[in-house]
Every structure is written in structure tokens, then in C-alpha cells.
């Protein structure tokens, strides 16, 4: 795999941080079906330690230099670019009127827009959204398959590994951009900045995975939530809700997680003072 595609697909595992701010407000019981866990722990740890070395430093450093208007707009320029994948799986999906206004939101930000730095499609009505290659085999029937926490890229499932190669050889303009021009290494740098742009984001919402006493766990099940909405478009059924929380099971002892959690906080104050 070119580096240029593992360094853009790096930053798609750090956005689980800003969903945790959703996923925390549920009490759910931590998913068992998880069998290839040790060798997930072990990728977890590795992505956590490139992380804290590498990745958030230069986040950190990018948020010093910018202010929040400037990084607003290359998250928006971002966001814009790579509205195509969500386009082509829309179509993949057989939703033309999806398709259609992810079309106009695109071509309105990046004329109106100034190129995609602001977003005044969004001002005009046009919703944003957010599709990719793993929702299509979802909604095409594909089983979700194990989970699968991958070094370098992050939260996946066997279904949605797929998305990675084909979202982006076909689809990503970053890609395709990287793929098709050669500065010198120079190319890549849209991607390095997509990747940047992202792990600042996710920034603010580091507190929330410190307080959590296995944040393992809480990313695994964050992701697996947050996929379950986006097939859904954001309302899945509450029968398969109630089964991913483990609602459904006589055991469950709702009083019993809290309980974990809180022996956590107490013996980690530092960390759980920052929720």
C-alpha cells in the first residue's frame, strides 16, 4: 500500500474520538463478540503509541500556528474535496436524490464557496453527508464480520475494509490527486494536511476516551454505534440497538456498569476530571 494512502487513511480511525462524545452518553454493555481481541489490543496500542508520538504533536503544533476560523476552513475545504465518494456510493446505493444533493452542495461550495474553504451550502438547505464503500456492502447485504482494529488505519470490520481500497482508488480526488501528479513527494501534502486537519479535530474530544476505563473498549463499541447510525441514516432499528448494548440479555446490570466506571474515575482523578 503507497504511503500516500496510509497516511490519508491514518486519520479515519481519529474521528471515533469526537463520536464518543455521543456514544458515552449511553450506558452500554461492552460487546463480546470481539474474537480476535488480542491481536486488536495489540494494533490499538501500536496506533496509540505512532499517535503520541508522531501525529498529535504535529496536530498540537497546527492548532498553535491557526486559529479556529483557519482550521474551520480547511475542514470545510476537506470535507468538500472528498464529496465525491459519498456521490459515487450514493449511486452505488441506487439513492439518486442523495447523489443529487451531495452534487449541488459540492459544486456550490467549491464555486460559491471559494474552492470549498466555506460552506454556504449549507446556508442554502443542502444537508451534508457522509457515505462510503463499507455502507454500500451493508445496505447490498454484506455481513458486518468480525471487528478488526488495524495498525496505521484503525477501527474496521471485515465488511468495511473494503472501503479503504475502493473509496480510495476510485474516488478520493486526494488519492487520485497523489496518484496522478509527481512534485517530489510534494504531491502527498494535501493528503499529510487531511490527515492533520482531521487529528486536530479530535483534539477537544481526547478527554472523554481518557476518562473511560477501557478505552479499548469504548473506541471499538463507539465505532461499531457510529457505523450502525450512518447505514441507518441516523435511525436504526431499537431491536438492534438494544442488542448491540447488550440490552436485551436478562443479565444486564445497567447499575453494575456504572459502578466500573466510577471505581475508574476514583482511582484515575487526574484523568476523569477532564469530562
Same mark, same amino acid.
Given at each position: /500500500?503507497? *504511503?500516500?494512502?496510509?497516511?490519508?487513511?491514518?486519520?479515519?480511525?481519529? =474521528?471515533?474520538?469526537?463520536?464518543?462524545?455521543?456514544?458515552?452518553?449511553?450506558? %452500554?454493555?461492552?460487546?463480546?463478540?470481539?474474537?480476535?481481541?488480542? &491481536?486488536?489490543?495489540?494494533?490499538?496500542?501500536?496506533?496509540?503509541?505512532?499517535?503520541?508520538?508522531?501525529?498529535?504533536?504535529?496536530?498540537?503544533?497546527?492548532?498553535?500556528?491557526?486559529?479556529?476560523?483557519?482550521?474551520? *476552513?480547511?475542514?470545510? &475545504?476537506?470535507?468538500?474535496?472528498?464529496?465525491?465518494?459519498?456521490?459515487?456510493? +450514493?449511486?452505488?446505493? %441506487?439513492? =439518486?436524490?442523495?447523489?443529487?444533493?451531495?452534487?449541488?452542495?459540492?459544486?456550490?461550495?467549491?464555486?460559491?464557496?471559494?474552492?470549498?474553504? &466555506?460552506?454556504?451550502?449549507?446556508?442554502?438547505?443542502?444537508?451534508?453527508?457522509?457515505? +462510503?464503500?463499507?455502507?454500500?456492502? %451493508?445496505?447490498?447485504?454484506?455481513?458486518?464480520?468480525?471487528?478488526? /482494529?488495524? =495498525?496505521?488505519?484503525?477501527?474496521?470490520?471485515?465488511?468495511?475494509?473494503?472501503?479503504?481500497?475502493?473509496?480510495?482508488?476510485?474516488?478520493?480526488?486526494?488519492?487520485? &490527486? %497523489?496518484?496522478?501528479?509527481?512534485?517530489?513527494?510534494?504531491?502527498?501534502?494535501?493528503?499529510? /494536511?487531511?490527515?492533520?486537519?482531521?487529528?486536530?479535530?479530535?483534539?477537544?474530544?481526547?478527554?472523554?476516551?481518557? *476518562?473511560?476505563?477501557?478505552?479499548?473498549?469504548?473506541?471499538?463499541?463507539?465505532?461499531?454505534?457510529?457505523?450502525?447510525?450512518?447505514?441507518?441514516?441516523?435511525?436504526?432499528?431499537?431491536?438492534?440497538?438494544?442488542? /448491540?448494548?447488550?440490552?436485551?440479555?436478562?443479565?444486564?446490570?445497567?447499575?453494575?456498569?456504572? +459502578?466500573?466506571?466510577?471505581?475508574?474515575?476514583?482511582?484515575?482523578?487526574?484523568?476523569?476530571?477532564?469530562?
Amino acid at each position: /500500500m503507497p *504511503s500516500s494512502l496510509r497516511s490519508s487513511l491514518l486519520g479515519r480511525w481519529l =474521528p471515533v474520538l469526537a463520536i464518543a462524545l455521543l456514544a458515552g452518553c449511553t450506558i %452500554a454493555k461492552p460487546r463480546t463478540d470481539d474474537p480476535l481481541e488480542k &491481536f486488536n489490543r495489540g494494533a490499538y496500542k501500536f496506533n496509540d503509541a505512532v499517535d503520541k508520538a508522531v501525529i498529535r504533536p504535529v496536530a498540537l503544533g497546527y492548532r498553535k500556528v491557526t486559529n479556529p476560523p483557519v482550521r474551520r *476552513s480547511f475542514s470545510d &475545504f476537506f470535507t468538500n474535496i472528498r464529496m465525491p465518494i459519498t456521490v459515487a456510493n +450514493d449511486l452505488l446505493q %441506487a439513492r =439518486p436524490k442523495q447523489a443529487l444533493q451531495s452534487t449541488g452542495r459540492f459544486l456550490v461550495n467549491l464555486t460559491l464557496g471559494i474552492g470549498g474553504f &466555506f460552506d454556504p451550502a449549507s446556508q442554502l438547505g443542502l444537508p451534508l453527508e457522509d457515505n +462510503d464503500f463499507g455502507v454500500t456492502l %451493508a445496505r447490498w447485504g454484506a455481513p458486518e464480520g468480525d471487528y478488526l /482494529m488495524l =495498525p496505521l488505519l484503525g477501527p474496521s470490520t471485515v465488511r468495511d475494509i473494503w472501503q479503504r481500497p475502493v473509496d480510495s482508488y476510485f474516488f478520493d480526488p486526494l488519492t487520485l &490527486f %497523489a496518484n496522478n501528479h509527481h512534485y517530489n513527494g510534494l504531491q502527498y501534502m494535501p493528503q499529510m /494536511m487531511y490527515l492533520v486537519t482531521i487529528r486536530s479535530r479530535a483534539i477537544d474530544a481526547e478527554g472523554f476516551l481518557q *476518562s473511560a476505563y477501557d478505552p479499548y473498549v469504548f473506541i471499538r463499541d463507539a465505532y461499531r454505534q457510529q457505523r450502525l447510525y450512518k447505514i441507518y441514516d441516523g435511525n436504526p432499528p431499537v431491536e438492534i440497538i438494544q442488542q /448491540m448494548q447488550g440490552l436485551d440479555e436478562q443479565n444486564f446490570d445497567p447499575e453494575e456498569l456504572l +459502578d466500573q466506571q466510577h471505581q475508574w474515575e476514583n482511582s484515575h482523578p487526574g484523568q476523569s476530571s477532564q469530562r
